[in-house]
């Protein structure tokens, strides 16, 4: 999977597609614009092509979209699904306790079930495994525990933290 940005890849990509057909359909029937603008373009081996500015500049646009998604694709992070349960201390699941991982950038909140899923990228170096901080407010004092997130080798993982238990 990659992080966050494939429905947006993936519409970028037809979004370029379909201003690529507009724009090549407006290149073979040129008509005059507005203005009365016809670009007449002289490509190698002596072929003319006359088009209308407006269908030139709608092709550039619908090409720069594809090419931008293609390099956005190309630098995205794969990803691995993470979920699990926090409970409190008697065992109760808990809604809104935050889990923190580190390293760090990434955050999940759980639900009423004291459940969460996220996403996280996969580590590309040996620097170890991630780790959870889960902490929450009990009254007027902050609780926050170190839970470990065990990864199995097919990249699921899973935390399963209870307060007062380490």
């Known amino acids: 999977m990659l992080a966050g940005g494939a429905p947006g890849i ?3 990509i037809i979004a370029g597609l379909v201003l690529l057909i507009v724009g090549a359909v407006g290149t073979l029937w040129p008509r005059r614009t507005v ?3 016809v670009l007449e373009v002289e490509l190698p081996w002596s072929i003319k092509v006359k088009s209308n500015v407006m269908a030139i500049g709608i092709m550039l646009v619908g090409g720069g979209l594809i090419v931008g998604a293609g390099w956005t ?3 995205a992070t794969p990803t691995f699904p993470v979920s699990g349960t926090i409970t409190l201390d ?3 699941p808990a809604y809104g306790i935050s889990i923190g991982f580190i ?3 990434h955050h999940a909140d759980t639900q009423t079930d004291g459940r969460f899923s996220t996403e996280l990228p996969k580590l590309t170096d040996d620097s170890g495994s991630y780790q959870a901080v ?3 407010r009990d009254r007027d004092r902050l609780r ?3 839970a470990k997130v065990d990864i199995d080798r097919h990249w699921n993982g899973r935390v399963e933290h ?3 238990r380490q």
Request: hydrophobic fraction near 35%; charge should be neutral.
């Open 10 to 12: 993936v519409a970028a």
């Open 35 to 37: 203005s009365g603008d």
């Open 73 to 75: 694709a190309s630098r």
């Open 90 to 92: 008697d065992g109760r």
């Open 103 to 105: 390293p760090p950038q």
């Open 134 to 136: 889960v902490y929450y």
């Open 144 to 146: 926050a525990e170190i």
């Open 162 to 164: 209870r307060f007062g």
